[in-house]
């Protein structure tokens, strides 16, 4: 899941980035107002994380914007003001939800996954496929009965193709969901981690899960038609 996080204060962005990413996230950060909103009017983001004491354009403007511009994904408010008088005002002009600072991580990271989960037309916290099963919260990947070690970006890339579960996910929207800004188009990295995903998950197993449909993409499923392994 990629995530745009607006925060101005740059020590407060470091340490939130690196807890994020350290969960698997793929993490763009935006220092004020225009540059948020210009960044998710150039990429695909999950859940957008928004302060709202920022320069130029404070968090309140920027979520009027952005739902302006047609952009429904989760927003998610941070901010050092608790009055219930700011609170109604931000939800009322599109946030999704709204969280005082100082937080703590973990409830972050719970409302995140409630918000993913509703952008998600309301997905289980397991996500499960034929025998695989993906625990979101825990971040743990189970093939029957055996638990496999994933590394964190191999999570991320198995998740994503599980909310997306029979669907066919062209190369360009997992660079856009799993990897974030500093990704680079012309690497073979996508190609490696699915094949590094493929013999952690389906090695050993009759039924091939993880499919690749020949220009177009990769897909998640337990149908073979037309479909290669």
Known sequence: MRILLVEDEPGAAWMLAKGLREQTYAVDVAADGDAAIYQASVNDYDLVILDVMLPHKDGFEVCRELRKGGLTIPILMLTARDAVQDRIDGLDIGADDYLTKPFDFHELLARMRALLRRGHALQPETLEIADLSIDTRARRVRRGRRQIELTGKEY????????????????????????????????????????RLRRKIDEGHALKLLRTRRGEGYMLTVVNDDIHA
């Open 156 to 195: 991320a890339l198995i998740e994503y193709l599980a909310r997306r579960a029979g669907e066919v996910v062209s190369r360009t929207e997992i660079a856009e969901h799993v990897w974030d800004e500093n990704f680079d188009p012309f690497s073979n990295l996508i190609e490696v981690y699915m094949q």
